[in-house]
């Protein structure tokens, strides 16, 4: 960490040093919440800042920091960023909302862009996926290939994000094999390893044969292969180095296209705040390759749902569906509203257990 | 909630998978503080055997020399700090948050190329028909070797200090250097020795996580189990049996509360969370209740720096 932060001061320097000399370049910044080496949503993340890079070569300049905490070190990292000289830049995880507001306020000429928040100002845009897309074929998946009918379920902060994605794929696991449960538990971290591959494991000896993740390490997908006979999914990255065992499919996301096209925009003047919400029609959400260990009926199913949430046939929360309390929350054929679906505080009828307040 | 989902004896067989790297960790620890001296380094020293171990396992393919590998370097590392605080008499407490800091920073450079990687399966010990016996052959029989190393050691750590000579000499420089002087032994020397002790025992920890537990490398995986290896060494008022019983007790705990959550237990997700480290503390305090005692077994020349002139 230290040192990291030793190199960056470093770079930020240097990049200090070049800027009277090419003036014209655009500066993007980025900020991570893991290492750009955690085989998930990180290194998702920096895979699209080194396309920017590809795409404008020499007009642009990209700086990085990496394991920043959610917190108030994040607004230091932001402050020293814009100071340096950034036009742009991209803060990549949720708790970085309120930080990133903050450092806005200061330097009005710098566009931010924040992922997975809902908080914006004139020079704040936020971005995100439909990751609860790619959940339902998950969940359409998992349901199907679960022996035991128990799918565990590596939860990270009860932020509404993720709770979508644990409908969501619950949703359409219950709809292929009504029989299925769900085992859910919080492990109030986005990336510590032995704390996933421990919660794993957990589930595993539980009976689940199925695991589902929303941290951000292939920790979980270590130890399904030691356990042996189980499936995961890759998640936020393909994860294919545990293909075709025990990683069956996975959630990729896509962020390079977005990044391209905002950097275009800061570079053409016409940058504009607003709200992003892509999913598999966008290609902003890509399934990885369903393996080999899927037999052919289910994957057929399953590039089926991807093709109708796609397309806008089928949206993953459609009525009937009730709340874990049994009351109605949409009627039969009734779709839910981005509003509910980004403030999401509930789960649906069928799972057991309380979201943590 | 079911918590007959929660089968004792698998329980008990991971919770001892949980615990062996804290448990590594301590039991070298005991043995330099019980030579007087205080080394704060040991988280550091578990994520530099953790890359070691990783690195020297994926490069050989043979995760007996990555195990090795943990060990030097964790040793290597450790006697930094020996010669800064033995030779050069620097202050203890701050050389040993140095040394955290540095094997931090350090495990992270080494670690660059090989993220991502899958380090060689650890075998587990095949011990035949004695790990098909009911109950017992799950939670005794039907571990890899470092498991069986790490209650070795335990009881070898008991046995060398209580029954051998060179246990005694230990024991006396750790209680009165000077006087352990006066009688000729070699106070640094025998300090260093025990160092270097802990530095491969934290760095076998640190792998056992690496290689075994998750396995994968990740920058800052040990995520505060030195921390916990220091603690666990007070609680058990530097006796090796007790180290064994505050590991197991807090990875116990640990292992627990994900399979509380996974049963479904209505009890706070967050209470749950807290629950290894306020379990650990509490027994820490009643145990240590008995002021008297507690300060008795406590190394009497513990952190002083020793100088034949003094």
Same mark, same amino acid.
């Given at each position: 960490?230290?040192?990291?932060?030793?190199?960056?001061?470093?770079?930020?320097?240097?990049?200090?040093?070049?800027?009277?000399?090419?003036?014209?370049?655009?500066?993007?910044?980025?900020?991570?919440?893991?290492?750009?080496?955690?085989?998930?949503?990180?290194?998702?993340?920096? $895979?699209?800042?080194?396309?920017?890079?590809?795409?404008?070569?020499?007009?642009?300049?990209?700086? &990085?920091?990496?394991?920043?905490?959610?917190?108030? @070190?994040?607004?230091?990292?932001?402050?020293?960023?814009?100071?340096?000289?950034?036009?742009?830049?991209?803060?990549?995880?949720?708790? &970085?909302?309120d930080?990133?507001?903050?450092?806005?306020q200061?330097?009005?000429?710098?566009?931010?862009?924040?992922?997975?928040?809902?908080?914006?100002?004139?020079? %704040?845009? +936020? &971005?995100?996926?439909?990751? &609860?897309?790619?959940?339902?074929?998950?969940?359409?998946?998992?349901?199907?290939?679960?022996?035991?009918?128990?799918?565990g379920?590596?939860?990270?902060?009860?932020?509404?994000?993720?709770?979508?994605?644990?409908?969501?794929?619950?949703?359409?696991?219950?709809?292929?094999?009504?029989?299925?449960?769900?085992? %859910?538990?919080?492990?109030?971290t986005?990336?510590?390893?032995?704390?996933?591959?421990?919660?794993?494991?957990?589930?595993?000896? $539980?009976?689940?044969?199925?695991?589902?993740?929303? +941290?951000?390490?292939?920790?979980? $997908?270590?130890?399904?292969?030691?356990?042996?006979?189980?499936?995961?999914?890759?998640?936020?990255? @393909?994860?294919a180095?545990?293909?075709?065992?025990?990683?069956?499919?996975?959630?990729?996301?896509?962020?390079?296209?977005?990044?391209?096209?905002? %950097?275009?925009?800061?570079?053409?003047?016409?940058?504009?705040? @607003?709200? !992003?919400? @892509?999913?598999?029609?966008?290609?902003?959400?890509?399934?990885?390759?369903?393996?080999?260990?899927?037999?052919?009926?289910?994957?057929?199913?399953?590039?089926?749902?991807k093709?109708?949430?796609?397309?806008?046939?089928?949206?993953?929360?459609?009525?009937?569906?009730?709340? $874990?309390?049994?009351?109605?929350?949409?009627?039969?054929?009734?779709?839910?509203?981005?509003? !509910?679906?980004?403030?999401?505080?509930?789960?649906?009828?069928?799972?057991?257990?309380?979201?943590?307040? | 909630?079911?918590?007959?989902?929660?089968?004792?004896?698998?329980?008990?067989?991971?919770?001892?998978?949980?615990?062996?790297?804290?448990?590594?960790?301590?039991?070298?620890?005991?043995?330099?503080?019980?030579?007087?001296?205080l080394?704060?380094?040991?988280?550091?020293?578990?994520?530099?055997?953790?890359?070691?171990?990783?690195?020297?396992?994926?490069?050989?393919?043979?995760?007996?020399?990555?195990?090795?590998?943990?060990?030097?370097g964790?040793?290597?590392?450790?006697?930094?700090?020996?010669?800064?605080?033995?030779?050069?008499?620097?202050?203890q407490?701050?050389?040993?948050?140095?040394?955290?800091?540095?094997?931090?920073?350090?495990?992270?450079?080494?670690?660059?190329?090989?993220?991502?990687?899958?380090?060689?399966?650890?075998?587990?010990?095949?011990?035949?028909?004695?790990?098909?016996?009911?109950?017992?052959?799950?939670? *005794?029989?039907?571990?890899?070797?470092?498991?069986? #190393?790490?209650?070795?050691?335990?009881?070898?750590v008991?046995?060398?200090?209580?029954?051998?000579?060179?246990?005694?000499?230990?024991?006396?420089?750790g209680?009165?250097?000077?006087?352990?002087?006066?009688?000729?032994?070699?106070?640094?020397?025998?300090?260093?020795m025990?160092?270097?002790?802990?530095?491969?025992?934290?760095? *076998?920890?640190?792998?056992?996580?690496?290689?075994?537990?998750?396995?994968?490398?990740?920058?800052?995986?040990?995520?505060?189990?030195?921390?916990?290896?220091?603690?666990? #060494? #007070?609680?058990?008022?530097? =006796?090796?049996?007790?180290?064994?019983?505050?590991?197991?007790?807090?990875?116990?705990?640990?292992?627990?509360?994900?399979?509380?959550?996974?049963?479904?237990?209505?009890v706070?997700?967050?209470?749950?969370?807290?629950?290894?480290?306020?379990?650990?503390?509490?027994? *820490?305090?009643?145990?240590?209740?008995?002021?008297?005692?507690?300060?008795?077994?406590?190394?009497?020349?513990?952190? =002083?720096?020793f100088?034949?002139?003094?």
């Open positions: 960490m230290k040192l990291n932060a030793l190199l960056a001061g470093a770079a930020l320097a240097l990049g200090l040093a070049g800027a009277a000399a090419a003036q014209d370049k655009t500066k993007v910044g980025f900020v991570f919440v893991g290492p750009i080496g955690d085989g998930g949503w990180t290194y998702e993340h920096n $895979q699209a800042r080194l396309a920017v890079e590809e795409k404008f070569g020499d007009a642009v300049e990209t700086v &990085y920091q990496e394991s920043v905490p959610e917190g108030a @070190d994040a607004e230091r990292v932001l402050t020293q960023m814009a100071l340096s000289g950034a036009d742009l830049i991209f803060t990549t995880s949720f708790g &970085y909302m930080p990133t507001i903050n450092v806005a200061k330097f009005p000429d710098v566009k931010f862009e924040h992922a997975t928040g809902y908080k914006r100002a004139d020079n %704040v845009g +936020t &971005y995100s996926a439909r990751f &609860y897309e790619g959940r339902a074929v998950q969940g359409h998946i998992a349901g199907r290939m679960t022996k035991s009918n128990v799918v379920y590596i939860a990270s902060f009860p932020i509404p994000e993720v709770i979508r994605g644990i409908n969501s794929a619950y949703i359409h696991a219950k709809a292929a094999n009504p029989d299925v449960q769900f085992k %859910v538990i919080w492990a109030y986005w990336f510590d390893p032995a704390k996933e591959a421990d919660a794993a494991t957990a589930l595993i000896q $539980q009976g689940a044969d199925v695991i589902l993740q929303h +941290t951000d390490s292939t920790a979980p $997908q270590a130890a399904a292969e030691k356990a042996g006979g189980i499936i995961t999914f890759g998640q936020a990255s @393909d994860m180095e545990y293909a075709p065992m025990p990683r069956v499919s996975s959630i990729i996301d896509n962020w390079a296209p977005y990044y391209i096209n905002r %950097v275009q925009a800061v570079m053409d003047g016409t940058w504009e705040s @607003d709200d !992003t919400w @892509d999913g598999i029609g966008a290609g902003m959400v890509k399934i990885g390759e369903i393996s080999n260990a899927v037999p052919e009926d289910v994957k057929a199913e399953a590039l089926a749902l093709e109708a949430i796609a397309s806008g046939a089928h949206h993953p929360f459609t009525g009937p569906l009730n709340k $874990q309390d049994g009351s109605v929350w949409l009627a039969e054929g009734e779709v839910a509203d981005d509003g !509910t679906l980004a403030g999401m505080n509930f789960y649906v009828e069928g799972l057991t257990g309380d979201i943590p307040q | 909630m079911d918590l007959s989902a929660i089968d004792p004896v698998v329980l008990i067989a991971s919770l001892m998978v949980a615990a062996t790297p804290i448990l590594l960790a301590a039991i070298g620890e005991l043995v330099v503080e019980k030579s007087g001296v080394n704060l380094g040991v988280e550091g020293m578990m994520i530099t055997g953790a890359i070691c171990g990783f690195a020297i396992a994926v490069e050989t393919g043979s995760p007996t020399f990555g195990f090795l590998a943990a060990m030097v964790g040793a290597a590392l450790s006697l930094i700090f020996g010669v800064l605080t033995q030779v050069l008499m620097s202050n407490v701050a050389t040993g948050l140095a040394l955290t800091l540095f094997g931090l920073g350090l495990s992270a450079l080494i670690g660059q190329g090989y993220v991502g990687l899958k380090p060689p399966a650890t075998g587990q010990l095949d011990l035949g028909p004695l790990s098909d016996i009911p109950v017992l052959g799950r939670i *005794l029989f039907s571990h890899d070797l470092v498991v069986y #190393v790490s209650l070795a050691l335990i009881v070898g008991w046995a060398g200090l209580k029954y051998t000579r060179a246990g005694l000499i230990l024991r006396a420089v209680e009165n250097h000077e006087a352990a002087h006066a009688l000729g032994y070699k106070v640094v020397r025998i300090r260093l025990a160092i270097a002790f802990g530095g491969a025992c934290a760095g *076998l920890g640190g792998a056992y996580l690496s290689l075994i537990r998750v396995p994968q490398w990740t920058e800052g995986m040990t995520a505060g189990a030195g921390w916990i290896a220091l603690a666990i #060494v #007070v609680f058990a008022s530097w =006796k090796p049996v007790r180290v064994l019983l505050g590991a197991y007790l807090f990875g116990g705990v640990t292992v627990l509360q994900l399979n509380l959550q996974a049963a479904g237990l209505a706070p997700v967050e209470v749950l969370s807290m629950s290894p480290y306020l379990i650990t503390i509490l027994v *820490l305090v009643i145990m240590s209740a008995d002021r008297g005692r507690a300060a008795l077994s406590a190394p009497a020349s513990l952190g =002083k720096s100088h034949a002139s003094s």
